[in-house]
């Protein structure tokens, strides 16, 4: 996470990552586990149709490394900005799997989540999301203490 923080789990398996906040969707599984072993991401042009492809997707990730949902621990959304409905649509997901498997649901912003894609760099990050209707919104970082911190408030 962008502010240094970190989940706390009882158990090892594996954390589903789903981000649906802008046309191009992505998702992830990731290993809880001392031992080396490699997580797993797709992502693919979603356009309008995460409703139609999110699930299918999610079911061809797991089946390509023999990952069972019942293997998940948590589940960690993007929470936007970015599009409405594609939002909704990632987040309905996230609750079903958390509320059927009894596990954990994590939020986690979009723009906290591109800014964290270049924080190793040691720079200022300004991160840039669509947010639907032909917008975009942006957010400055800067680092503190070691982590990776929002300067300011999000701006379009």
């Not at 490394?65 to 993007?78: H, L, R």
């Not at 309905?92 to 800014?115: C, E, N, Q």
């Amino acid at each position: 996470m962008v502010d240094g923080e970190r989940m706390t789990l009882d158990r090892t398996g594996w954390v589903l990552g789903i981000d649906t906040s802008s046309d191009v969707a992505s998702i992830a599984l990731v290993p809880l586990a001392d031992d080396e072993v490699f997580g797993a991401e797709i992502t693919w042009e979603a356009a309008r149709n995460q409703t139609a492809t999110l699930l299918a997707e999610i079911d061809h990730l797991c089946r390509l490394t023999g990952i069972e949902s019942d293997e998940f621990v948590a589940v960690v959304i993007a929470t936007g900005p970015g599009g409405f409905n594609a939002l909704r649509v990632g987040m309905s997901v996230a609750k079903g799997f958390a509320f059927a498997g009894g596990i954990p649901i994590v939020g986690v912003g979009t723009l906290d989540l591109a800014a964290r894609s270049v924080a190793d760099w040691g720079l200022p990050v300004r991160a840039f999301v669509p947010a639907g209707r032909r917008r975009v919104v942006y957010a400055d970082y800067r680092h503190n203490k070691g982590t990776l911190t929002q300067h300011g408030e999000i701006a379009n």
